[in-house]
T-cell receptor
Framework: NAGVTQTPKFRILKIGQSMTLQCTQDMNHNYMYWYRQDPGMGLKLIYYSVGAGITDKGEVPNGYNVSRSTTEDFPLRLELAAPSQTSVYFC?????????FGPGTRLTVL | KQEVTQIPAALSVPEGENLVLNCSFTDSAIYNLQWFRQDPGKGLTSLLLIQSSQREQTSGRLNASLDKSSGRSTLYIAASQPGDSATYLCAVRPRGETSGSRLTFGEGTQLTVNP
């Protein structure tokens, strides 16, 4: 099993550009999550999904959108990138209490 | 709103030392608490999970305790090794959380074990 995979690993965006961060898991987990981690800080939940077709906002959803058309994929969309969205983004999935994390995407908005 | 705090922010110890990392949370109505390890440039790996009804969990050289009434948890690492160098984060899941496992994370403690 590959677990949770994220692409790309690194990305630099200009202000106002848009992009999609990809996340795929092969463990057949129903729950998936997107977090962001700012330097020296813990993770903050952006959006989560309890199954295909169902998504909900987390603590910091502004400026982001998600979709969940399949169990495996949970992409995160940034429509108008802003410098405040410079961060490391982690995708995770879970079946029970334990969350499994991807390696992260380091995003810089200039 | 639940807040999770970890002290110290950074810790440097010589190899072989026993050490304790601290985590405190403001709302004792939790379902469980987890300790994670994060290596540089990598994702998080779950180390130990303590249910709210439990007092401690052990895995190898790691022991995590939970005192829900005081809002505290500790992660004890015995006989530390350079390979233990990483950032350790704690996270709590609120009681009554019926959708998924939404977690509130602390800022982490960056541990360096010197050979």
């Amino acid at each position: 099993n590959a677990g949770v995979t994220q692409t790309p690993k690194f990305r630099i965006l200009k202000i106002g550009q848009s992009m999609t961060l990809q996340c795929t898991q092969d463990m057949n987990h129903n729950y998936m999550y997107w977090y962001r981690q700012d330097p020296g800080m813990g993770l903050k939940l952006i959006y989560y999904s309890v199954g295909a077709g169902i998504t909900d906002k987390g603590e910091v959803p502004n400026g982001y959108n998600v979709s969940r058309s399949t169990t495996e994929d949970f992409p995160l969309r940034l429509e108008l990138a802003a410098p405040s969205q410079t961060s490391v983004y982690f995708c995770a999935s879970s079946l029970g209490d334990t969350q499994y994390f991807g390696p992260g995407t380091r995003l810089t908005v200039l | 709103k639940q807040e999770v705090t970890q002290i110290p922010a950074a810790l440097s110890v010589p190899e072989g030392e026993n050490l304790v990392l601290n985590c405190s949370f403001t709302d004792s109505a939790i379902y469980n608490l987890q300790w994670f390890r994060q290596d540089p440039g990598k994702g998080l790996t779950s180390l130990l999970l303590i249910q709210s009804s439990q007092r401690e969990q052990t895995s190898g050289r790691l022991n995590a305790s939970l005192d829900k009434s005081s809002g505290r948890s500790t992660l004890y690492i015995a006989a530390s090794q350079p390979g233990d160098s990483a950032t350790y984060l704690c996270a709590v899941r609120p009681r009554g959380e019926t959708s998924g496992s939404r977690l509130t994370f602390g800022e982490g403690t960056q541990l360096t074990v010197n050979p």
